[in-house]
């Protein structure tokens, strides 16, 4: 799950940054309290695939390139157990900016060439068809906190 944080919940999340428990509590209030679908998105299993394809093809937060490497893994770890990462206003301008110049063809031969015996998606078409509707939903999510100037979180557990 992608959400685009406001100000007082990215300062609560970095002043938090040490403490893992805080750090979970304030991430479970932001999802019971989220109320604008606007600026979430929910990729379920597909952001792993996103991932891949946006970098190195492995699941290396600091594999590929910035900005794409931000998209979904890249930024700032918050907790050390599950992913709970950062990105700031700045850097999500930058990600909602690279990810618009990635297209369907672009996007299925990042897919076919992910070749880490790591993934367990089915990388067949389906699987394909499955990654490009959320990433979708990605590039518009990044368009929408870009416009409202937020930071992103990415959570997984």
Not at 46 to 65: E, F, K, N, S
Not at 124 to 139: C, K, L, P
Request: with cysteine; proline share 2%.
């Amino acid at each position: 799950m992608h959400f685009a944080i406001t100000s007082e919940q990215e300062r609560s999340l970095l002043a938090a940054d040490d403490d893992g428990d805080t750090v979970a509590e304030l991430l479970e209030e932001i999802e019971e309290s989220w109320d604008d679908d606007a600026l979430k998105v929910d990729t379920d299993k597909a952001w792993d695939a996103i991932h891949r394809c946006l970098t190195d093809g492995t699941l290396d937060p600091d594999g590929g390139v910035y900005p794409l490497s931000h998209a979904v893994l890249g930024g700032r770890h918050l907790h050390d157990d599950y992913y709970v990462v950062y990105v700031s206003a700045a850097e999500v301008g930058d990600v909602a900016g690279a990810l618009r110049g990635a297209d369907r063809i672009w996007l299925r031969r990042r897919f076919d060439a992910i070749d880490d015996p790591g993934y367990d998606g089915a990388h067949d078409g389906g699987d394909f068809e499955y990654t490009w509707d959320n990433f979708v939903d990605v590039q518009a999510f990044y368009d929408r906190a870009a416009a409202a100037e937020r930071a992103v979180i990415f959570t997984a557990t």
